[in-house]
């Protein structure tokens, strides 16, 4: 990996306010919240999906949320496929941890010729960092209240 950023702060800090204001030239995905749910931007397209809704709109369910699969599905491909580029993916936590979301990719990710930024709860660097790159060392970038 070329290198390897984690932006990081609590919920709603400003982690993805961060990515895309700072990171407005990387490939990849950010999730905004919005009403109830949660939306898919590509940053390549501006395309926005609703991928995260308490309402249902999908057979998938994980915990309190349905999930647009064919998004995350999408975007795991599209990532994989960034190799040697610039690439950003928000947010990585629990659903990753337990094998979903935006996990194909992360479990990838460090063996891509990739800039790599991710943004990630405080709570979950250590999780991520020992689950999808053991052997890597970020940088870390904290947002809102210092870590």
Do not use: C
């Not at 809704?53 to 309190?64: C, E, I, L, T, V």
């Not at 996990?103 to 020992?130: C, N, T």
């Amino acid at each position: 990996m070329k290198s390897f950023k984690i932006v990081t702060g609590d919920k709603g800090e400003g982690k993805t306010t961060f990515l895309l204001s700072h990171f407005h030239d990387y490939k990849g995905f950010v999730s905004i919240h919005r009403g109830e749910g949660y939306y898919l931007r590509n940053m390549e397209t501006k395309k926005e999906e609703l991928l995260l809704s308490r309402n249902p709109f999908s057979p998938y369910k994980w915990k309190n949320w349905y999930i647009n699969q064919d998004a995350f599905s999408f975007a795991n491909e599209k990532l994989l496929s960034y190799y040697g580029m610039k690439v950003m993916v928000d947010e990585v936590g629990v659903m990753e941890m337990e094998g979903k979301g935006f996990s194909p990719f992360l479990q990838e990710a460090g063996k891509m010729d990739l800039d790599l930024v991710i943004a990630v709860r405080k709570d979950y660097i250590d999780m991520v960092r020992e689950r999808f790159f053991p052997s890597l060392e970020p940088t870390i970038i904290s947002v809102g209240k210092a870590l």
